[in-house]
C-alpha cells in the first residue's frame, strides 16, 4: 500500500474513525498529521495513535501528498479561503473530500488551482476496519491518484466507484448516514428491554450480540436476506406477529422515504454551499 503522509483537515468523528482504521492496518503514524483549530481532539488523537498533529492547516497541507478534507460541509469555503499558502502547490497533490452533499465542480472552484479531486462518502465503522466508502474521481484524477485513494479507503474497510457524481448522494443514503439507522432501530429495541424488566447493560448485550449474530448470518451465508427472514418466522407465531406490526407500519416504505430524504438532503446542500 502506499506510503504518502496524508493530512487530514479537520479531526472529527469522522477523521478520528479513518485515523483508527488506518493505523490499526499498520499505516505509519509518522505519515499521518491531523489538523484542527482547537488542541483537545488533535491531543487525544496524538496520545491514542501517535500521529503529528498541527493547528495550522498550511503546514499540513505543505507536508502532505494526500489531503484529506474532513470539515463540515458547510465550513469549507471558509477553511479553504482562510489557506494562506501559495495554492499553485495544490496540483502536485491530491484532494480527497468526504464531505456530504459537496459537489467536486464546487470543490474545485474553492481549491483556485486545477487540483485533483476525488469525492468519497466514508462511513464510521472504519474505525473498526468495518467501513464502506463510496468514492467518485472527476475527469482530472489519474489512474495512479484513483489507486491511491481507494488503497486509503480500503484499508478501513471496503470500497465501491460510482460513475456518476449523483452516485456519491445515493451511497452517503445506503451506507454514510446508515449506520445512524442501524443505531435507531437498535436504541428503540433497547429500551423497549429496559422497560420489559432488563438491566441497561444486559439491554446492550442482548441488542448487540442478536445485531451481531444477524449480521453475520448475511455476511457468511449465500442465503437471501428475505430467506433468513422468513426462517425465522414461524406460521402464525410470534416473529410473524411482530413482522405484521412492522408491516402495518409500512417499515419497508418507511425506510425507503428516509433514504431518499437523506438523498435530497445531499442534493439541496450541493445547492448552497
Ligand atoms: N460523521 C459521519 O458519520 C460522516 C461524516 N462525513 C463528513 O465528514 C465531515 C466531517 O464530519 P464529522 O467528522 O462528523 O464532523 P465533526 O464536527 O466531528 O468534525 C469536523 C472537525 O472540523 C474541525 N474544523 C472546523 N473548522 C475547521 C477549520 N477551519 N480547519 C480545520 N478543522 C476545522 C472541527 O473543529 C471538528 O473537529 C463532514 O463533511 C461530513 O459530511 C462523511 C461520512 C460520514
Ligand atoms: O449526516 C451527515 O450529513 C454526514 C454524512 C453522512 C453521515 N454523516
Redesign the pocket.
Given at each position: 500500500m502506499t506510503q504518502k503522509t496524508i493530512a487530514f483537515?479537520?479531526?472529527?468523528?469522522?477523521?478520528a474513525s479513518i485515523i483508527a482504521g488506518l493505523v490499526k492496518n499498520g499505516y505509519p503514524a509518522d505519515n499521518i498529521i491531523a489538523?484542527?483549530?482547537?488542541t483537545p481532539?488533535l491531543d487525544a488523537l496524538s496520545a491514542q495513535h501517535s500521529i503529528k498533529t498541527t493547528t495550522d492547516?498550511n503546514q499540513a497541507i505543505e507536508q502532505a501528498d494526500v489531503i484529506i478534507l474532513?470539515?463540515?460541509?458547510q465550513?469549507m469555503a471558509?477553511?479553504l479561503g482562510?489557506l494562506s499558502i501559495d495554492k499553485s502547490i495544490f496540483s502536485h497533490k491530491l484532494f480527497i473530500s468526504?464531505?456530504?452533499g459537496l459537489p467536486v465542480s464546487r470543490l474545485e472552484e474553492l481549491l483556485v488551482t486545477p487540483t485533483a479531486v476525488v469525492r468519497t462518502?466514508?462511513?464510521?465503522p472504519s474505525l473498526l476496519g468495518l467501513g464502506m466508502t463510496g468514492l467518485y474521481a472527476s475527469a482530472a484524477v489519474s489512474a495512479e491518484q484513483k489507486q491511491v485513494a481507494e488503497e486509503i479507503m480500503q484499508a478501513v474497510g471496503k470500497t465501491v466507484w460510482v460513475e456518476e457524481e449523483s452516485g456519491i448522494d445515493k451511497i452517503t443514503a445506503l451506507a454514510?448516514s446508515a449506520p445512524a439507522y442501524f443505531f435507531l432501530f437498535m436504541e428503540g429495541m433497547e429500551s423497549k428491554a429496559i422497560e420489559l424488566g432488563f438491566s441497561p447493560e444486559a439491554a446492550r448485550e442482548i441488542v448487540s450480540q442478536v445485531a451481531t449474530g444477524s449480521t453475520e448470518m448475511v455476511r457468511q451465508n449465500d442465503i437471501s436476506i428475505a430467506q433468513l427472514r422468513t426462517n425465522v418466522t414461524s406460521k402464525g407465531g410470534t416473529t410473524a406477529a411482530a413482522l405484521n406490526s412492522f408491516n402495518d407500519s409500512n417499515l419497508t416504505g418507511i425506510t425507503a422515504k428516509a433514504m431518499d430524504a437523506a438523498i435530497a438532503r445531499a442534493e439541496e446542500m450541493a445547492k448552497t454551499i
Open positions: 483537515i479537520g479531526a472529527g468523528n469522522m477523521s489538523s484542527n483549530p482547537s481532539k492547516n474532513s470539515v463540515k460541509p465550513m471558509g477553511m482562510d468526504i464531505a456530504a462518502m466514508p462511513n464510521t454514510g
